[in-house]
Nanobody, 126 residues
Framework: QVHLVESGGGLVQAGGSLRLSCAASINTFSNYVMAWFRQAPGKEREFVAVVDMSGRSTYYTDSVKGRFTISRDNAKNTVDLRMNSLKPEDTALYYC???????????????????WGQGTQVAVSS
């Protein structure tokens, strides 16, 4: 059974930084690709970033490239999302997600992920 718990959300001014963390209860964490998604009010859940099993390969949606960094610690079963230069349009509920890894694939769609956390709220004021 997989259980994901996000933390680290909050209210920050535009230009500020936050670090989100996801703690995963997974027997073989390193067999999973980990990702962050977000959902703003009235909008669909969207992909933010993904990291492969080893942590060496990552991919970001265009709107966060150069500002956000995803990383994982396979010894601690955690995945972080460091968010810099935050903008009001980054305001959303941020979700951690896990998918069983497939060789060479970095999933970017919600339907590809079978495990989700409850989310942590990020609010960026202008």
């Amino acid at each position: 059974q997989v259980h994901l718990v996000e933390s680290g959300g909050g209210l920050v001014q535009a230009g500020g930084s936050l670090r989100l963390s996801c703690a995963a209860s997974i027997n073989t964490f390193s067999n999973y690709v980990m990702a962050w998604f977000r959902q703003a009010p009235g909008k669909e859940r969207e992909f933010v970033a993904v990291v492969d099993m080893s942590g060496r390969s990552t991919y970001y949606t265009d709107s966060v490239k150069g500002r956000f960094t995803i990383s994982r610690d396979n010894a601690k079963n955690t995945v972080d999302l460091r968010m810099n230069s935050l903008k009001p349009e980054d305001t959303a509920l941020y979700y951690c997600a896990a998918a069983i890894a497939r060789l060479g694939v970095l999933p970017k769609y919600t339907r590809e992920y079978g495990y989700w956390g409850q989310g942590t709220q990020v609010a960026v004021s202008s």
